[in-house]
């Protein structure tokens, strides 16, 4: 069933609306006609995972729905039915298992793998398979420099999974862009990460400038801050630029920063750190941290008995449980921007994040996670309503088409919707977040 918007704003079931692909999970044939063919494609399937309730068949969702209207004469590839013979499709997946963001990372990696299996499960696309090929650059540049074409020349993939990380992004996406192979990142949002590698690079994630300062402006105003210190690593370049950030955000708002103090990610103790800015009583302590240091700082905090507010910027929250579980009780109250509602009520979102909880046993899907899963589903929805071949001869082609696809495109997935920017990031909402009882709690930032 596809929508289309009223002239009363509402959203109408039953018409299509050109430009819009939404992910379904009811058990429903969907049919859509255009000037060139008529498509009809089962968007469910039924499954029983091993070791996950084997013993139970969901109905789960596959791909995004094309959207009725238009025409195909802007397809790329093409050469139609069934491709069975023609062996997976492959893509490349870039993850790092160390560093300040590797649970960022593995969250991605989880939600890119649960797309496939999904996918997989349900006869592929065009009759083919899709396969990742994944590496880890374990938070190596050097890795990510000798990766990339082995990816490409050796294993032949279609398109590339970047690093959830900015600085494994820049890296990543610059080398596939050398190669002219699409790369989308389910995280990256560190302001200009995608400059060096435009067209060829997109991220789900909006850059964390343009989502945190207008959002922890806000915050500044409606909780009366007055002054504030910021820590942050001085080796990474994402946290050396949420530093940036925040800077910005006490600079606009008439905050006095007290303090600012470095660290070195991994350090096992923030003691001194903590009382350099416990001598000043800032109203506020700005995180510029992966969610690990994060939380080992906010128990150092409220061990010192020190009751500053404790804020970050959207990566934070997008790490998941990993700050919450690893400050415990020191978290609460902790205020974020944000980016990603994991309780999104609209559909098909809300659905979709339903069953990513009970098939993977969350308590609540992180955005790393979704950002994944609907990168695989817009790759999948590409290939399938072209009938990409991705052959030798079609490659060049192929890989321009995904471009103009996912530039030219709104959809609607896991994550909400999903639209990228004239400069290849996600247009998100503004969005923060407060750590309540144990999870974060998304509001809406005052008009």
Known sequence: MYTIRRRDGLIAPGAATPGRRRLRVLPVFMTCTTTSRTRERNTSVRRAFTGRRAAVAVVVPLLFVAACGGSDDNSSGG?????????????????????????????????????????????????????????DARNDPQSLVTAIPKLVSEDGVF??????DSAGCEIACAAAAQLEVPAISPGAGRPGVLEPSRPWSFTLAQPDAANSIPVLSAVV??????????????????????????????????????????????DPSFTSQVTSMAAETPDVIALAAGPADAARIAVEVRT????????GTGSLQSGGTEYLNGAGDAAEGTITAAQFNPDNPD???????????????????????????????????YLGDNEVEATEDSLADDRQGLLDYLQGETLEG??????????????????????????????EVDS
């Open 221 to 266: 105003k409606q909780e009366g801050i007055k002054t504030a210190a910021i820590i942050y690593d001085e080796a990474n370049a994402t946290t050396k630029a949420q530093n940036d950030l925040y800077t910005k955000v006490f600079e606009d708002t008439g905050v006095e920063v007290v303090s600012t103090t470095t660290y070195t990610s991994g």
């Open 304 to 311: 010192q008995n020190l009751d500053s507010l404790l804020m």
């Open 414 to 443: 896991m994550s909400g919707d999903v639209k990228f920017a004239e400069d290849g990031t996600g247009d998100r909402p503004q969005l923060y977040a407060v750590v309540t009882d144990g999870k974060f709690v998304i509001q």
């Open 347 to 381: 559909q098909p979102a809300a659905d979709l994040l339903a069953q990513a909880r009970e098939d993977n046993d969350f308590d609540v899907v992180p955005l790393n996670f979704s950002y994944a899963f609907d990168i695989v589903n817009m790759i999948a929805n």
């Open 159 to 164: 398109a590339i999974i970047a690093p959830a």
């Open 79 to 135: 050469g139609g039915g069934d491709q069975s013979d023609a062996g997976p499709y492959k893509l490349g997946l870039v993850y790092s298992s160390e560093g300040p963001f590797a649970n960022n990372s593995a969250t991605a990696r989880a939600g890119a793998n649960y797309a496939v299996e999904l996918i997989n499960a349900d006869g592929g696309v065009n009759g083919r398979d899709l396969e990742l090929v994944e590496v």
